[in-house]
Each structure stands twice: as C-alpha cells, then as structure tokens.
C-alpha cells in the first residue's frame, strides 16, 4: 500500500536553530498537511496545502512557520527559530483530492526535541 | 468548537474480548475517521464513515455513527494482543477544506 514517508523520524535542536521537516506524500495525492502533537496531548492541525499554496493553517501556524514544495514531491514544513515548545511528532498527511469524504493518509511522524 | 472526545480514556481487555470506544463531537460532519496510534508511531488508518451511513465494518471492526446523537462508536472484536494502541476519532466539517480535529484518543491494552 502507498505510504506517506517522512524523514528525519527523529531531530534533537537546539532552541532558536531552523529545523526543516521533510515529506513525501503518496504520488497521486494532491491535498496535503502537517498536524502535530504534543507528547500525551491531541493531534493538532496546523497547515492544509494544494496547488502550491497554504489553504488553511491554524492558530498555532505562526510566522515562524512555513511550508513549501519545492521540487513536486518533496512537501516541507520549516521552523525557523525553534522554541522549547515546539517540541513535538510532526505528522505529514495527504488524500486524493481536497474534496470531502477522502481518506486522508499520515506519515510515521517525526519527533522535534527542542533543548 | 468542534471537538471529538473519546470514551473511556483507557480500556483494559483481556485477549479474545471485545473492545468498544466510543466518540462524540459537537458541530455537524461531513465525515468522521478512526485511526490507530502505536505508542510512538505514526497514525493508521482504520475507517471512514460519511455522515449519511451508519454502519461499517472491515475485518474486525465496526463503526457505527449517530448524527442525531453527535456519536460515534469502535468496536474491534475477538481482540489480539497486537491490537493494543491508541485509537483517536478524527471529525470533518461540512464546509471548507477536509481538516480533521482529533479526540484525545482511548488507550487501549490487550492483556495475553
């Protein structure tokens, strides 16, 4: 079954340090997203993206936050000046098509520790 | 806000049981999912139910959905010890782009 890969699965930075995020979403997808969840919390949405541009993000999807696609397969979410409470799993996610009612399909996660 | 949020928080079977978890949310869905989380891992897709059906079922579990109660229910039966996860209810809107907001998932152990 396709999968959503995401690397690195574990980062360990140092506060104020850019972390970048990386994707691949399944290959015919074209809706695609970061959520994040804080250790022993909710997953929590952060950024829906389509053709090229941010569709929605939520509160917690501040400047310090941004997300590209830079060569049309890799999707990144970048940090750049990383706090102690960034630290969380960052979860990559697409689906087919950004109509309502598709499966939408998540990485395994990668692990942000901010020291 | 919308909000799914499951019940119980933690379940403990023994193998060979059923497990039940329940959801609920606040605002109408279009459609609402079930994934599975082992400890430490990614989210797995278990099933997703749209607001018009009220039963699925796949290998073994059942998903069951009631839009008047603002409800939704897990069952997995004859379970296994590899069952054992955290499983979440994640609700879409009606309106706007498919943006999933998930409960705070049920914890869930398989006893051998």
């Known amino acids: 079954e396709p999968e959503v890969t995401q690397t690195p699965s574990h980062q360990v930075t140092q506060m104020g340090q850019e972390v970048i995020l990386r994707c691949v979403p399944i290959?015919?997808?074209?809706?695609f997203y970061w959520y994040r969840q804080i250790l022993g919390q909710k997953v929590e949405f952060l950024v829906s993206?389509?053709?090229?541009?941010?569709?929605?993000k939520s509160e917690i999807f501040d400047d310090q936050f941004s997300v590209e696609r830079p060569d049309g397969s890799n999707f990144t979410l970048k940090i750049r000046s990383t706090k102690l409470e960034d630290s969380a799993m960052y979860f990559c996610?697409?689906?087919?098509?950004?109509?309502?009612?598709?499966?939408?399909?998540f990485g395994e996660g990668s692990w942000l520790t901010v020291v | 806000s919308q909000q799914g949020e499951e019940d119980p928080q933690a379940l403990s079977i023994q193998e060979g049981e059923n497990a039940t978890m329940n959801c609920s949310y606040k605002?109408?869905?279009?459609?609402l999912q079930w994934y599975r989380q082992n400890s430490g891992r990614g989210l797995v897709h278990l099933i997703l139910?749209?607001?018009?059906?009220r039963e699925k079922h796949s290998g073994r579990l059942r998903v069951t959905l009631d839009t008047s109660k603002k409800s939704s229910s897990l069952l997995i039966t004859a379970s296994r010890a590899a069952d054992t996860a955290s499983y979440f209810c994640?609700?879409?809107?009606?309106?706007?782009?498919?943006?999933?907001?998930f409960g705070q998932g049920t914890r869930l152990t398989i006893n051998p």
């Open positions: 139910i749209r607001s018009n059906e």
């Open positions: 994640a609700t879409a809107l009606i309106q706007g782009a498919q943006k999933l907001v």
């Open positions: 290959s015919n997808h074209l809706y």
């Open positions: 993206f389509y053709n090229n541009e941010i569709s929605e």
């Open positions: 605002t109408s869905i279009n459609n």
């Open positions: 996610a697409s689906t087919v098509w950004r109509e309502l009612g598709n499966t939408i399909y």
